[in-house]
């Protein structure tokens, strides 16, 4: 028996010193210390022996076993060490720059200056409830306004956000008053994809709620941010607008960079880009978020990140931006 492990480790040793891939030495492994290897059936035949030969060499077969693993695994190590002895860095290569997405350079654009003027960047739910998605924001169950958010509901009762406006609520319940926030991120509705829509874009709310708020604070801040992040003169206008959890609400719209405002398929012909919804909080949301409507007031707004991601960059068609397309990724570098 002794002689016959003997033979069997210096076999395995023998095998393992010609091979030169990791798949060689794997196969040597399964042959030697594998389920159909003599090992593994000398150490299976070790209840059919006596007693005093299951005490004589039950212990010898495990020591055994144990060293042939070590001498595999050992040829392991040594394989990757070598493996990595073959790389030379002295060999020059082309090294390609990664590059920011265009939504996400404007994102970081709006949320740096929002928090130049003191707003706290806070992030909500992608999949969310009825509750935060439209009833805490003043549109309940069979409410007109749901059927202008064709929306994703899912299997466990819950639905991707139709807007980012949710997050409003998650923040009052969570700081209270006063209070200062944006929040960037994906949102998701079931539209029919065109130039100008898609199912999944990106939206930042921002909101504002304290003692004394009007709506020229809200048109200086939608104002300073638009001339901001686009860096150029932009033509703008604000029209009503309805929206069930801001009153009075307003949409404010930019003059389309694409065509000047003399009419594309990306403004519908019109000239002008809803870009800016937005609005005085409305009390029933303030109530839903714990606050009292008596002693505080707010604003709120939404802007469109993909939107203005294509006025910035002049991008004629919102499908490109979700596209995956590298060469168009590529326009956006920043060194």
């Known amino acids: 028996m002794e002689k016959e492990l003997e033979n069997l480790k210096e076999a395995l040793r023998n095998e393992l010193a010609e ?25 299976s035949d070790l209840k059919n022996m006596s007693v005093d030969d299951k005490r004589k060499y039950g212990s010898l077969m495990n020591v055994t076993k144990k060293e042939m693993e070590m001498m595999v695994s050992d040829a392991l190590e040594n394989l990757d060490s070598q493996s990595s002895n073959l790389f030379d860095d002295t060999i020059e290569f082309e090294k390609e720059l990664g590059s920011l997405h265009p939504i996400t350079i404007v994102a970081k654009e709006v949320t740096d200056i929002l928090k130049r003027m003191g707003f706290t960047v806070v992030s909500g739910h992608e999949m969310e409830t009825e509750y935060y998605n439209f009833e805490a924001l003043n549109i309940p169950k069979d409410h007109p306004a749901r059927d202008m958010q064709d929306t ?18 998650h923040s009052m319940e969570r700081f209270g008053a006063p209070l200062r926030i944006c929040s960037p991120g994906r949102t998701f509705r079931n539209e029919d994809l065109d130039a100008n829509h898609e199912n999944t874009f990106f939206q930042i709310e921002g909101m504002v709620i304290d003692e004394g708020i009007s709506i020229g604070n809200l048109m200086y801040v939608m ?12 033509d703008i206008r604000l ?22 405002g003399s009419g594309c398929p990306t403004c519908k012909n019109s000239g002008w880009i809803e870009l800016i919804p937005g609005g005085m909080v409305h009390p029933n949301v303030l109530r839903s ?16 990140l993909t939107r203005l991601a294509m006025m910035k960059y002049k991008i004629n068609d919102i499908r490109i931006l979700n596209s995956g397309d590298i060469r168009y990724l590529e326009n956006f570098r920043i060194d």
């Open 19 to 43: 091979t030169k891939k990791e798949a060689d030495i794997l196969n040597v492994k399964s042959k030697y210390v594998g389920k159909k290897s003599r090992i593994f059936e000398l150490l």
């Open 152 to 169: 994703y509901y899912l299997d466990n009762g819950m639905l991707l956000r139709t807007q980012t406006s949710g997050d409003q609520i």
């Open 223 to 234: 104002k300073l941010v638009l001339s901001e992040v686009l860096k150029q003169e932009v």
């Open 239 to 260: 029209r009503p607008g309805f929206f069930p959890f801001t009153e009075p609400s307003y949409e404010m719209d930019i003059s389309c960079t694409i065509c000047g």
């Open 289 to 304: 978020g714990g606050i009292d409507p008596d002693k505080y007031n707010g604003f709120a707004f939404g802007i469109g």
